[in-house]
């Protein structure tokens, strides 16, 4: 059987194991790295200014315990507070983890597959472990697509609500971000969207009256 086009041989694979008994592949492809990782920069931006900070305050606690010393040399500073400045590394990882946010980002694009079947929508992601995300039909909601002059688009299809820090409910839109041939991702997800149509009209007409 030759590979799926596009997909990386580990991905083909993914793909293969996951696809049921008489489930058509419709469309697959990898997300653009560069424009997935593009997400993330307002997060970088962020973590500049959060680790910088962190840094800041690192150094100024570590100048004052190394200038706070008696005149033989003995430190000024009591006990636990001399080690006061490492209680900034934490707030400077976290930082860090910010500012290479895209950099992971799109490290995890080049290991995810984006499929379209005759049954369903699936996002397949590889690492440690396999990691699988699928829409039905009847989950499919308005599609549209934004194109990008380098060939890749974002395909949206559904919304989804989760909850904040706060337990706020938060609307997010679910999509297929920076995928080579939108054009024909939004074609299969119409198709698989008209199944759920298709599906309802048919039981509609199966109740008794």
């Known amino acids: 059987?030759?590979?799926?086009?596009?997909?990386?041989?580990?991905?083909?694979?993914a793909v293969r194991a996951e696809l049921r008994p008489g489930e058509e592949l419709w469309y697959a492809g990898m997300p653009s790295p560069s424009r997935t990782g593009r997400k993330a920069i307002p997060i970088a931006i962020f973590g500049l200014f959060f680790g910088g900070f962190a840094a800041f305050w690192i150094a100024m606690a570590a100048g004052g315990v190394w200038f706070a010393k008696k005149d033989d040399g003995a430190s000024n500073v009591p006990g636990v507070f001399v080690l006061f400045p490492l209680f900034g590394l934490p707030f400077l990882l976290i930082g860090l983890g910010m500012i290479l946010s895209p950099w992971w980002i799109a490290r995890?694009?080049?290991?995810?597959?984006?499929?379209?079947?005759?049954?369903r929508a699936?996002?397949?992601a590889i690492g440690k472990s396999v990691k699988i995300q699928s829409w039905s039909p009847a989950d499919l909601d308005e599609i549209s697509k934004e194109l990008y002059p380098d060939g890749t688009g974002t395909v949206t299809f559904a919304k989804s609500i989760t909850l904040t820090s706060k337990g706020r409910?938060?609307?997010s839109n679910d999509a297929f971000y920076g995928v080579p041939d939108p054009r024909a991702c939004e074609e299969a997800l119409l198709a698989l969207k008209a199944t759920a149509a298709g599906t309802t009209t048919a039981a509609s007409q199966e109740s008794p009256a």
Request: aromatic share 0%; with cysteine.
């Open 169 to 171: 409910p938060r609307k």
């Open 122 to 124: 699936l996002q397949i």
């Open 108 to 119: 995890a694009a080049r290991r995810t597959a984006c499929c379209v079947t005759s049954t």
């Open 1 to 13: 059987m030759s590979s799926i086009p596009g997909l990386t041989p580990e991905l083909d694979a």
